[in-house]
């Protein structure tokens, strides 16, 4: 396993992408949180001194049990993932920037794990956070967020077997010499073929900063007034120093800010995304954040309807459906459609002895395109047969307008 983590909007996702350019290294495609949210609240919950302790909230196990309990349960979870995405993998990467606050408890279940922590210049993190819909809301709150995630990594991180740092902005300016570095330390191919493929992949902006899109170091200066950055020194100013990033004052001079009035701290926020947003305008920014928030609500609808059906949990299907909703079925040499419970309970009937839902998730896909989505998932019989099944739902208001369920057997 490889867990990359770092402060929201360090570049955690192009590391990743950078780290899985190649056939032998698979990713989570998700931000799991799973110990962040999963197994730090569970292991809160044991004591490892008495077992006859009365003590309402806690249970008693002993801690290499415990560990080895969660050990199993992880491992069964990423080689779920990785039978599914990418079987032939020998390494998964796990991308949760949150992690960089567990890093302990990671390394006190995967002690043979690497941990890769990539530290971007807080300027700029806090110049991307700010550009959320979902950041902080201010300057001095996006410093203690980067701050508190860097400490939080450095306070563990001598008692860590195998923790690395890389930085942001040396990649990027020296990506060859880092990344083949960073290989050979993960005992991972370094050739020369594979490094190209990697840098190749370097290069592709994805989860970038709409309001500045490319993968470019000090985006802040462009950006950032003199207080802005006051405001940030006297959070983090210290912190920067101590990492050897340039203050303020050493940029060039055709670079140089145009002056601009002070930002109060209650407008701050709101003026610095409308300073960042380039030619673009509010009212497109506007329908981007709409498109994306259709699009994540309408993933996780999906992903809940399609857990539903491979589990035959139909009750959980129906509460996703809308009254009225639009339903279809197509199989082999059948095909029907039909609207509200009635079409929603012939569905349920024509999937309930689906023989695909007896196998295992051997591998699935996702088409999302809000507010249409698509799901195909592959299960493996346990006569070692595959059969694919396609989903496809149309989401409004959180709710399944349209379903379509096909029942296509495959031989792969």
Known sequence: ????????????????????????????????????????????????????????????????????????????????????????????????????????????????????????????????????????????????EWRSAIAAAREVASGLPRYREVRYEELLSSPQRELSSLLEWLQLDASTGVVDAALLESGVGFNVDESAPQIVAEKWRASFTDEDLQRFDLIAGDLLTDLGYPDAGSKPASEQRPERAALRPSAGVSWLRRRIGGSRTAQSRSVGREIRSRATDGQSILDRALS???????????????????????????????????????????????????????????????PTLMAVTTYRLPDGSTQERVLVVTVVDSSITRLTYYRLPLDL
């Open 1 to 144: 396993m490889i867990f990359v983590v770092g402060a929201r909007r360090s570049g955690t996702n192009w590391l990743q992408r950078i780290l899985c350019a190649r056939p032998d290294v698979a990713a989570v495609p998700s931000e799991t949180y799973l110990f962040s949210h999963g197994l730090e609240p569970l292991v809160e919950r044991f004591q490892h001194a008495s077992p006859a302790s009365p003590t309402t909230g806690f249970v008693y196990m002993e801690r290499e049990a415990m560990l080895d309990a969660l050990r199993l349960l992880c491992d069964r979870i990423f080689m779920s993932v990785m039978d599914a995405i990418a079987p032939k993998a020998s390494r998964l990467v796990e991308r949760t920037p949150d992690h960089v606050r567990h890093l302990r408890l990671i390394a006190d279940i995967y002690p043979d794990a690497y941990l890769v922590h990539i530290i971007r210049d807080g300027r700029d993190v806090a110049r991307s956070l700010l550009a959320q819909d979902w950041g902080p809301s201010s300057i001095e709150d996006a410093a203690k």
């Open 308 to 370: 539903s059906i491979t589990a035959r949990r139909f009750d959980s299907l129906r509460e996703l459906v809308a009254p009225g909703a639009y339903v279809r079925f197509i199989g082999a040499g059948t095909q029907w459609d039909g609207r509200g419970g009635e079409g929603l309970d012939r569905l349920i009937e024509a999937v309930r002895n689906d023989p695909a839902l007896d196998g295992r998730v051997v591998r699935g896909d996702v088409h999302p395109s809000a």
